[in-house]
């Protein structure tokens, strides 16, 4: 069964910090390069970090220093630790394979609000 199910959203303040966890299946998980991608309102999805299976980490020049990709390939899960977030991090956040189809399965995301 094809599953991806993001969680950890929420409403933080500016400056705040929040952990997101993915939960995927492992058809999409087993062997790829995971990501976390988001969309904000009226905006295009955009990617915001990768991880490969191996560990290999690359971000967004936007979010680069602040946020953390993880993974766990024992649990299928992939992580992301934001820090400092700012009103412009405000988005539905994704996780999703690094190579995408233009077919490919989304899950639901988790919206992450940044304001005071």
């Known amino acids: 069964q094809v599953q991806l199910v993001e969680s950890g959203g929420g409403l933080v303040q500016p400056g705040g910090s929040l952990r997101l966890s993915c939960a995927a299946s492992?058809?999409?998980?087993?062997?790829?390069?995971m990501a976390w991608y988001r969309q904000a309102p009226g905006k295009q999805r955009e990617w915001v970090a990768g991880i490969t299976w191996s560990g290999i980490t690359n971000y967004a020049d936007s979010v680069k220093g602040r946020f953390t990709i993880s993974r766990d390939n024992a649990k299928n899960t992939v992580s992301l630790q934001m820090n400092s977030l700012n009103p412009e991090d405000t988005a539905v956040y994704y996780c999703?394979?690094?190579?995408?189809?233009?077919?490919?399965?989304w899950g639901r995301g988790t919206q992450v609000t940044v304001s005071s």
């Open positions: 999703n394979k690094t190579q995408l189809t233009g077919y490919d399965y």
């Open positions: 492992r058809s999409i998980f087993f062997m790829n390069a």
